[in-house]
Structures are given as structure tokens and as C-alpha cells.
T-cell receptor
């Protein structure tokens, strides 16, 4: 068990550019979550997948944001036409959700995005 | 809707002193409760969680928390802190009856700084 990994760890981009982040969950985990954390705040839920299906999206996730988990394993989060307000830490978490049970989310180290 | 309030944004404590980080939540349904720790430039690590049963929950690194339903609180305690406990601590809640997302609602965090 190598934990949740995210790549890159840091990304600096200019306003208007597109960026893509990758998350590799713990291998047997069927759920994958994306959160955004701005300075001085707790993480805010963005979206989550059960296997390859994206089941919920927050209102925080504007049309410029898209997330995929094509084979039910790794996931990508893309931000198009970045804005300075997109600057934040993007956290990925994964969990193993079993029928009728609760699940514990394990977080990756995050990708820190800076939009100039 | 659920919410989490962490009453102290910063808590300075001398090394080997006891500490309590306060957390109150509001919810119209039964909840699961969590404390996560975030060390500088790292992702979140689960300290402890309350799902059901005993209201006193013991976690890693000598931390414990007590669930108080009547006061809607879940305060985190440690009898003697160490320099290595310097970090940001997040209290969080999820809906026990949420059969879909189990998304976590985080508080804004408490920065614990340990003075030698």
C-alpha cells in the first residue's frame, strides 16, 4: 500500500492556460474524491467517483473544470482557461466503500496550483 | 445541511503541556465525526474518527476526542504535546445516512504551534 499519490506536486501557470492534475488512488479503493483547499480554509468537496462513474459534482465545480476516471483507477482533474481565483491546493482522496458500511477517506499530498 | 465550527484559528502551547482543540458541529441528522492533521506541505492524515459506540475515541500520536451529542461537540485533546505536533488540525463531519457520497464537510482548521 503506497498511499494516494498526486502529480504534479506544484504547478505554476499563467492566467488563461489549461492545466491537468493526476491522482492515483490506493489500488483496491473504489471511490475517489477531489477537494479544493484555499489558504487558511479547510478542504471543500468538488466531486467524487465510484469506480469510473462520476456521481456528484459540487456547485464549486464550474464549467471550466472537468474530472475523469476512465478505467476506475487513476483520475484527472482539468481546469481550462485558468483564473487567479483557481489558485489553491487540489487534494485527492480515495476510499473503499462497501455495501452498508462507512468508508474512511485517505488523502494524497495535494497539487498546489498558482495562477499568475 | 451540516457545518463545522472550529472556535480557535490558532492555539499556541508550550511543549509537554496539555492541549484541547475545540470543534462544534451542526446537523439535522446523525453524523460521523473526524479529526485530520495536516503537516506543512503535506496532505491530510486521519487522526481519529467517531462512527458509533464509545463516545471517547482514541487516535494516533496520543490524541483522543470525545463526542458529546447534547453539546454537538467533538473536542480533540492530548495530555502532553511535542514539538512534532505542530500542524494544522481539521475537524470534519459526514452524514451517517448519506448512502451516496459520504462527502466530508471540514472546519476551517486550527493551527497548533508548540513552543519549546
Amino acid at each position: 500500500d503506497t498511499g494516494v499519490s498526486q502529480d504534479p506536486r506544484h504547478k505554476i501557470t499563467k492566467r488563461g492556460q489549461n492545466v491537468t492534475f493526476r491522482c492515483d488512488p490506493i489500488s483496491e479503493h473504489n471511490r475517489l474524491y477531489w477537494y479544493r483547499q484555499t489558504l487558511g480554509q479547510g478542504p471543500e468537496f468538488l466531486t467524487y467517483f465510484q469506480n469510473e462513474a462520476q456521481l456528484e459534482k459540487s456547485r464549486l465545480l464550474s464549467d471550466r473544470f472537468s474530472a475523469e476516471r476512465p478505467k476506475g483507477s487513476f483520475s484527472t482533474l482539468e481546469i481550462q482557461r485558468t483564473e487567479q481565483g483557481d489558485s489553491a491546493m487540489y487534494l485527492c482522496a480515495s476510499s473503499l466503500r462497501l455495501a452498508g458500511g462507512s468508508d474512511t477517506q485517505y488523502f494524497g499530498p495535494g497539487t498546489r496550483l498558482t495562477v499568475l | 445541511a451540516q457545518s463545522v465550527t472550529q472556535l480557535d484559528s490558532q492555539v499556541p502551547v508550550f511543549e509537554e503541556a496539555p492541549v484541547e482543540l475545540r470543534c462544534n458541529y451542526s446537523s439535522s441528522v446523525s453524523v460521523y465525526l473526524f479529526w485530520y492533521v495536516q503537516y506543512p506541505n503535506q496532505g491530510l492524515q486521519l487522526l481519529l474518527k467517531y462512527l458509533s459506540g464509545s463516545t471517547l475515541v482514541k487516535g494516533i500520536n496520543g490524541f483522543e476526542a470525545e463526542f458529546n451529542k447534547s453539546q454537538t461537540s467533538f473536542h480533540l485533546r492530548k495530555p502532553s504535546v511535542h514539538i512534532s505536533d505542530t500542524a494544522e488540525y481539521f475537524c470534519a463531519v459526514s452524514d451517517e445516512n448519506d448512502s451516496s457520497a459520504s462527502k466530508i464537510i471540514f472546519g476551517s482548521g486550527t493551527r497548533l504551534s508548540i513552543r519549546p
